[in-house]
């Protein structure tokens, strides 16, 4: 008994342990905020490339905004791509980052991503990402959507103690719920016989007919669900995902 | 009451022969010397002519109990005590001398069994198999098994009804079959639907069915199955040492559990032929039963009851090939303390599981 308690200790200690060891400062990627369209103040870029560091600081990877006057030419997925791979954004061997791209003129507004922040960042965290910054890029508050959207990625690459620890209590009792119950059902033996297969004499079945019938068939079709095309950009020389619309 | 005690006495010293459950035979208790059941059963007829001395109970019998009461009274032909019974025992012990008797009149005629399956297993085992049935389960509460006092063991030849029979069935399903595909736009669910006709004929020996009002019927089931194979003719030889009980529920009352049984497991076999689809659901079942043969039987039964805070624990092991069942109560401070634990335990692990996730 005591060493089961000992050893359950060590494990509870040691999964809240977890999240917050402690790791190596790495080496800085390129500044995170690149203002071309001077929407933001001097201080609200620093404010928000602070924010950029530390999140570059806590989840390794790469997190940067660039704000342009006008596309060009380009789709915002290959000017994003381009402007990624070209200044040198990413980090670590894989050169993991996520970039936010916003076009004034046009209002394009794109999220692309690179090596393990594309696998971080699939549809449903995008969304969160977009749900979190849109409204106010919408309004022209691009200082409170920036902050949002750095929020928003801290709060996915986060480790979700209390949402974890819910999903872990409910495993925890519906298991052990199920294991004292297999337990006390052990106590009960005395059970009415439900057939009397015991007692079927050796070789006695035999069947005098056997007809299997075809009646009529039904057929239901459902549409399947769209693949979502954000996933991954889809211009010349593309090598990161993504997705963007309007703002 | 028209009824006798039947004695075996040993032919050697005149002890009281009980049945040896290990040899199979009469063995005397005092001396030791085992004898055959035929010998024995040959004796016991040669001393059934003694009408006179049988005579005199039977009228004691009638003027103290009247058979409304459900009860009887027996003397003793060894000390002379009075033996009070319930009027359907068919074997019993003496409650002065210890002897064992048997009661005639509740064993002849069309009380007589058809069968008896003779124990195989003696009290030691029975007290052995109470001993394993309580060992091994944790939430059972210590109190109980320290302090269990089991009131009495009793080794009793149950009263049961064995229904031998034909059952001819004809069921009909519906089943499906499912093919799953898609295309560029959509995904598509065949299904396919048949009818299984099915009519055959299954037959059955030796169902079951507990024919003793006081013997409780899932206790009785649950003790299930007996091996037929070593059923023997009737003997009243085999009941000495032990209890045993005429029925007092008859083969119509104990038919519709029989058939209950037998047209459920026709329906389970039928049902093992309708192998290659995704559902099969039967519409209509008929079962008919035909040679119907219902046959008397003592079974080989080891009683035993203890109380625990006020509440009664019976227990029964089949007497011929050991199975032990018996409802025991829950320690509630376990089951809690168990739960607890494991929550912890499980809880924590799936905390850690889902970290690890979320670091890949």
């Known amino acids: 008994m005591k060493k089961t308690i000992i050893i359950t200790a060590f494990a509870v200690i040691l999964s809240l342990l977890m999240p917050i060891i402690s790791f190596a400062s790495p080496d800085m990627p390129p500044y995170p905020v690149v203002d071309e369209a001077d929407v933001l103040s001097d201080y609200e870029e620093d404010q928000i490339a602070n924010k950029l560091i530390a999140l ?110 819910l999903i872990a209590v409910l495993i925890g009792a519906v298991i052990s719920l199920i294991i004292v119950f297999s337990m006390k059902s052990k106590l009960k033996s005395v059970r009415p016989q439900k057939t009397a297969s015991n007692y079927v004499r050796s070789g006695s079945f035999t069947l005098t007919k056997d007809l299997d019938l075809y009646l009529y068939r039904t057929i239901v079709r459902t549409r399947r669900a769209e693949t979502n095309s954000g996933s991954r950009g889809s211009g010349g020389g593309s090598r990161g995902g993504g997705r963007g619309g309007k703002f | 009451m028209d009824n006798e005690i039947l004695e075996y006495k040993c032919p050697s010293c005149g002890g009281k022969l009980e049945f040896n459950t290990k040899g199979q035979n009469m063995k005397c208790p005092y001396c030791d010397t085992e004898f055959d059941v035929e010998s024995v059963k040959n004796l016991a007829e040669d001393r059934s002519n003694d009408k006179e001395d049988e005579f005199e109970w039977k009228r004691e019998s009638e003027n103290k109990w009247s058979e409304d009461d459900g009860m009887a009274v027996y003397s003793c032909k060894s000390c002379g005590g009075e033996i009070v019974c319930e009027d359907v025992t068919a074997a019993t012990s003496c409650p002065y001398c210890g002897n064992p008797v048997v009661f005639v009149g509740n064993l002849s005629g069309e009380l007589m069994p058809d069968l008896v399956i003779p124990f195989k297993l003696d009290k030691n085992a029975a007290k052995e198999g109470l001993k394993r049935h309580l060992s091994g389960k944790k939430l059972l509460p210590k109190v109980f098994k320290n302090e269990n006092r089991i009131n009495e063991v009793k080794g009793i030849y149950a009263p049961f009804w064995l229904f031998d029979t034909d059952a001819d069935a004809k069921i009909r399903y519906h089943a499906t079959r499912t093919r799953f595909w898609c295309d560029s736009n959509y995904n598509y669910t065949e299904t396919l639907h048949y009818a299984l006709i099915r009519e055959g004929n299954l037959a059955f020996d030796n169902v079951p069915v507990d024919g003793s009002e006081k013997l409780d019927d899932t206790l009785m089931e649950s003790i299930e199955p007996y091996n037929f194979d070593e059923a023997v003719d009737f003997k009243t030889a085999y009941l000495s040492g032990f209890l045993a009980d005429k029925y007092d529920v008859d083969s119509e009352q104990s038919q519709p559990r029989a058939n209950e049984r037998i047209k459920r497991s026709t329906e389970n076999a039928f049902m093992s032929t309708t192998v290659g689809y995704a559902t099969v659901v039967p519409e209509r079942s008929y079962v008919r039963t035909t040679s119907g043969r219902v046959r008397y039987a003592l079974l080989p039964v080891w009683l035993m009851t203890t109380e625990w805070k006020g509440k009664k624990y019976t227990f029964a092991m089949n007497g011929q090939t050991g199975k032990f069942v018996g409802d025991l109560p829950t320690d509630k401070k376990a089951f809690f303390k168990y739960f607890a634990l494991w929550f912890t335990g499980i809880s924590a692990a799936a905390m850690g599981l889902l970290y690890l996730l979320w670091l890949m």
Request: charged content about 20%; glycine content about 10%.
């Open chain 1, 56 to 165: 570059f600081k806590e989840h390794k990877m790469h997190f940067a905004i660039v704000i342009i006057n006008d596309l060009g030419a380009e789709t915002p997925y290959s000017y994003a791509d381009s402007y990624y791979h070209n200044n040198g954004f990413g980090y670590g061997k894989d050169k993991s980052g996520i970039l936010l791209l916003l076009a004034m003129s046009s209002r394009d507004c794109y999220i692309y991503t690179y090596g393990e922040a594309e696998r971080k960042f699939g549809n449903s965290e995008l969304t969160e990402l977009e749900e979190a910054m849109l409204p106010y890029f919408g309004e022209d508050e691009f200082y409170n959507g920036f902050m949002a959207y750095a929020g928003a990625c801290d709060s996915v690459l986060s480790f979700d103690i209390l949402g974890s620890l």
